[in-house]
DNA sequence: TCGAATTTAAACACTTCTGCTTAACAGATT
DNA sequence: AATCTGTTAAGCAGAAGTGTTTAAATTCGA
């Protein structure tokens, strides 16, 4: 059974990178091109990234369903929506509106163009008013 | 992009879980067989379980390479080895004997059989004396 | 012990991932 | 201009993952 995402060949070329050495020094050391070492960095790094949104997800199986921000939504009238869903649900929201748009960036910037919503967002809340997406 | 390990099919499983509901009960839902779910299931544990790993790599990164416990190595011989080869680096575990061993197998439960060491397992360590497996 | 719940294994199509090459492109530095 | 660094894209072969079915084993409470 495989242990984690990263295979041998991008820890290999992580752990040179840690060390300071460019792509080309490392393409040299592992005998390849330095387009394959980016390739493969830049996979180990969306392996890391996958790890980080799995163990995210937990949180939304503990959280309940608060709503959707469908595809086309603007994006600065997503708090409006939450905070209005969230009363119906009696719970308070632990962001103010700025914090809450820059979360709702932060946590997954693919998500959206400029100021619409580019695909839909889950948005789950907690007890302690926590959110999460997905 | 992908955003986490999980597919959808996984989630709404691990959902349905969450509530309380049998794997029966979700195989009728999904409209499916019940030995598929738990399939379906057990993969999505594997893979939470390999996002915990792929992270916990990230640690290895920043400590040093201490030792290698070679397979077929009696698990009862490992911290005299950490212990002398962390002073030759100067630094000091952080853990005692039995803590030690017991961190060793809970680490990776699947790279023990009995006392013996079944597969390779690199050893790292940090300035605080903290150890990795990896 | 009976039956329900859960787990495992094998096999199958299908899709995705991985490492690799070649080639081109943008930014900085020299 | 020439060089070094990092990125990107298209394509390819081999490996691995996914959902599924079917069938057999195991666990466990009543």
Do not use: W
């Not at 091109?33 to 939304?60: G, H, M, P, W």
């Amino acid at each position: 059974m495989k242990r984690g995402l990263l295979t041998d060949r991008q820890k290999e070329v992580l752990r040179y990178r840690k060390q300071g050495l460019t792509q080309q020094q490392i393409a040299d050391i592992i005998k390849t091109s330095k387009a394959n070492v980016c390739t493969i960095e830049k996979a180990a790094l969306e392996n890391i990234a996958r790890a980080r949104d799995t163990l995210e997800f937990l949180y939304t199986l503990d959280a309940a369903h608060l709503c959707t921000l469908k595809s086309g939504l603007d994006l600065l009238k997503a708090p409006e929506i939450i905070y209005s869903e969230a009363e119906k649900m009696g719970v308070k929201v632990k962001y103010d509106t700025i914090t809450l748009i820059n979360r709702l960036r932060d946590a997954n910037p693919d998500r959206f163009r400029g100021r619409q919503v580019r695909e839909d967002v889950e948005v789950y809340i907690n007890e302690d008013g926590d959110l999460y997406f997905g």
